[in-house]
């Protein structure tokens, strides 16, 4: 026993120090990083909002100014700011700005005991306290052309940090205690018992005399917590990462291998046939098919798409499916054809210029046609009969796709009522008002209701589709199991943010940094010192590609020092160009690019140049590569893996990442320079902040992002589907046999 004492005491020790250590080094990491932020967020304010400083910075025109430094401190964190002459008088403050920090005062302290008049400091940040909590101060000075203003001030709460800081000790504190008295009782109990023993009494002891009915409702709860924390042990056996593998073994263990069918309208592989005859294999730019079609090749099973390519009829077999990817063929892709009325009522009509403007905030209108509404009924039903023809059994899983299919699900259910249907939105749901302008809105509700798991990427997502069946439809919402009860039937309403293949397969065979960059500079005809943006996207009115443009216009205006220096690549894929908002679009962007390169191009030197034309993912990772920014501007999206495609292309942990507040990846992607797009001179600054970023930071910066994509890749947000939707199914099964239990006992009673 004491040899065991000893060596759980030293377990103990050694569990402390290592917690101690672990505390003390992420403290000052988020100290740096929090710090760092603070001071870019800063500074990217007042480059926003120096036009105005600087037009009404005088004592005659105070309560404009007062105004200008109202909006400044919009951010919920600024408290308070002023603007003070060379000379330390105030000229302007915001309300109630706290009298200690007058300019004087702060003259004071970065003159650092010399005269505090006439001090303008380079940029100056402090710390001090308030009654109400600790603050950050920043003293910022403001030049006109070479002439001094003064300097601004920013006073900003810290007091949040402090609270995360306290709640962040305490829990690890909590967590080292549990972990250590967990550490100490298992080492004791494994002596004794082995696991499996321990967890066999336990329940034996739970079976029985114990079990007096005032006892049981505390047993079921203890019963429960020893079946949650036995699941949890035998998922550790195979904890860690997501890997495709793992994702295999959960298919195996919790589904049986049974074969999953994924319904979409974009197909993973087009053919074409090129002007030489020569049939051709393309990667669509979709980034619902970056997302699963690495699943699909983790899973295998069936993928049913509409055959859009020109020789996707030449290639398929007779029952329309084909093997792929090509030359490994690990699953099926049985094509559905589509007439070209359909094609245009359903896909661009309905789902392109009806859902999908429904569904973004990006001012276009939605249009919604009887005529398309029927195509886009029928379409649906004829994807629900290819999937009753490609499943093998009768409770099948089926993950259901976007936009395109909202109907599918009941029809699905209508043909395989015992089949697990997950369908996932891809793009964002508006907010009830929003969606109630659909005259099919109560149809759509109720067809996606024809689900067992419904994902969308955020939960403000699942909110507003909560709200929006809680407005239109008689269905009860369970608010705690976040599900919908329509019929006796439960929809679960769950949000999974989707990701990327980790690692990406286009990284294995990528060209090394060096050389990407020297392609790209030899390509576009760039000098060896040439700075890089880069854009990918399709060309479409919700990824803000107008706006981007004007922020690279607005930075040569801003910052001349990248003037010939500069270029900002646009990789677009023309996409949907039969809707004439979309063909419009190409016009004004090639219109904007064309204004931006007069205004500033010089002799070969062209600010932004365009590449309208469909990109294959190893030249676009070669552009990623090659770059030192990449700009994504959406002006709604949501998730857009673009942000995360190009963390994952820069294994050289270099490059800086500027991206729309408006994306569903800036919910992850903290790290990134997280921007409002329509704000072109905070969007400019923060592409000059980018320019001008150490390596170091730049590191830091995209280490960390590449770090959450490693974890939170696409197996996990399938796995995790996959899980819910074993669980369940096992409740089904569980519900079902225990009914036919009950029946059973009921039929034998009465026979008796
Ligand atoms: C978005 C949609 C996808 C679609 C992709 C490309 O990401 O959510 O469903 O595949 O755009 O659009 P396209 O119309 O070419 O399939």
């Known amino acids: 026993m004491g040899a065991r004492f000893k060596s759980i005491a030293g377990l ?12 003390y080094v992420a403290h000052t990491m988020t100290d740096g990083w929090a710090e760092r932020d603070i001071r870019l967020r800063t500074q990217l304010a007042v480059n926003g909002a120096r ?39 105030v000229l302007a403050a915001t309300p109630a700005y706290p009298p200690r920090f007058a300019c004087a005062s702060i003259a004071s302290r970065f003159a650092r005991g010399a005269d505090p008049r006439a001090a303008v400091p380079s940029v100056w940040h402090g710390v001090d306290r308030l009654p109400g909590g600790p603050v950050h101060l920043s003293a910022l000075p403001l030049t006109d052309q070479d002439r001094v203003l003064g300097f601004v001030v920013l006073v900003r709460d810290l007091g949040y940090a402090e ?12 967590l080292f205690g549990l ?64 890997t495709p593998e793992r ?36 990667h669509p730019a979709s980034g619902l098919v970056t997302a699963l079609e690495p699943v699909m090749q983790a899973c295998s099973g069936v993928w049913i798409a509409h055959g859009g390519g020109s020789a996707d009829r030449d290639t398929v077999d007779k029952h329309d499916r084909i093997l792929v990817p090509p030359g490994e063929q690990s699953y099926l892709l049985r094509r559905v054809w589509l007439t070209p009325e ?36 029928t379409v649906n039903e004829k994807f629900a009969d290819a999937v009753g023809a490609e499943v093998d059994a009768d409770d099948p899983i089926v993950l259901v796709q976007d936009y395109h299919f909202a109907l599918a699900p009941k029809f699905i259910r209508a043909r395989l009522p015992r089949a697990t249907v997950i369908m996932f939105w ?48 008689e269905a009860r919402i369970d608010r705690e199991q976040h599900a919908v009860v329509r019929n006796g039937r439960t929809t679960l309403v769950r949000p999974y943010p989707i990701s990327l293949e980790w690692p990406s397969r286009w990284l294995k065979t990528a060209p090394s940094v060096e050389e990407c960059r020297s392609s790209v500079l030899k390509e576009l005809g760039l000098a060896s010192d040439a700075l890089i943006g880069v854009g990918v996207d399709r ?16 930075l040569l205006e801003r910052y001349p020092e990248f003037r010939g220096r500069f270029t900002f690549v646009q990789l677009a894929a023309p996409s949907r160009t039969i809707i004439e908002r979309y063909r419009q679009l190409n016009e004004d962007v090639e219109k904007l690019a064309a204004r931006v390169n007069e205004r500033f191009g010089q002799g070969d030197y062209r600010p932004v140049v365009l590449l309208c034309s469909h990109h294959e993912p190893p030249t676009v990772f070669r552009f990623y590569r090659a770059s030192d920014l990449c700009y994504v501007s959406a002006l709604h999206d949501g998730m857009n893996l673009v942000a995360k495609e190009y963390a994952a292309a820069r294994d050289d942990e270099r490059g800086v990442l500027v991206l729309s507040q408006f994306t569903g990846a800036a919910r992850e992607l903290a790290e990134a320079l997280i921007v409002n797009p329509y704000d072109l001179d905070q969007a400019s600054a923060a592409l000059a902040a980018a320019l001008n970023m150490t390596r170091e930071e730049q590191r830091d910066r995209m280490r960390s992002m590449r770090g959450l994509l490693a974890d939170f890749n696409v197996y996990r947000w399938a796995g995790r589907m996959i899980e819910d939707a074993a669980r369940l199914r096992s409740r089904d099964r569980l519900t079902g046999r225990l009914l036919d239990n009950a029946m059973g006992a009921r039929d034998e009673g009465t026979t008796r």
């Open 12 to 23: 103990t020790v050694g569990l402390a120090v290592l917690a101690g250590l672990a505390f």
């Open 51 to 89: 036009r105005s400083l600087v037009s009404y910075w005088s004592i005659d025109q105070q309560l404009d100014l007062a105004q200008v430094l109202v909006e400044l401190v919009r951010d919920e964190r600024m408290m308070a700011a002023t603007s003070c002459a060379p000379e330390a008088t």
């Open 163 to 174: 609270r995360r800081q306290t709640q962040a000790s305490r829990l690890l504190l909590a």
């Open 179 to 242: 972990v250590a008295v967990a550490a100490s009782g298992l080492t004791m109990l494994m002596a004794r018992w082995s696991w499996r023993s321990w967890n066999e009494a336990l329940r034996r002891l739970l079976r029985g005399d114990l079990a007096q009915a005032w006892f049981r409702p505390f047993v079921r709860d203890v019963r429960e917590l020893v079946d949650r924390i036995v699941a949890e042990k035998e998922a550790d056996h195979e904890a860690g990462a997501w």
């Open 247 to 282: 994702l295999k073994t959960a298919l195996n263990r919790y589904l049986h291998g049974e074969k999953i069918v994924i319904v979409a309208n974009r197909e993973p592989y087009i053919h074409s046939r090129a002007k030489s005859g020569e049939i051709e294999v393309h």
């Open 342 to 377: 359909q094609e245009k009522g359903y896909y661009y009509g309905f789902a392109n210029e009806g859902l999908w403007p429904l569904s973004h905030l990006a001012h276009a209108r939605p249009i919604f046609r009887g005529e398309d509404w029927k195509h886009y009924q």
């Open 426 to 473: 891809h793009i964002p749901w508006p907010n009830s008002e929003r969606f109630g302008i659909c005259p099919w809105r109560n149809e759509l509700l109720d067809g996606m209701l024809g689900s067992s798991i419904l994902g969308f990427h955020t939960q403000v997502h699942c909110n507003n589709f909560i709200d929006a069946i809680d407005r239109f439809l």
């Open 539 to 554: 060309l479409d009115y919700t990824k803000g590609i107008e706006e981007r443009i004007l922020a690279v216009e607005r």
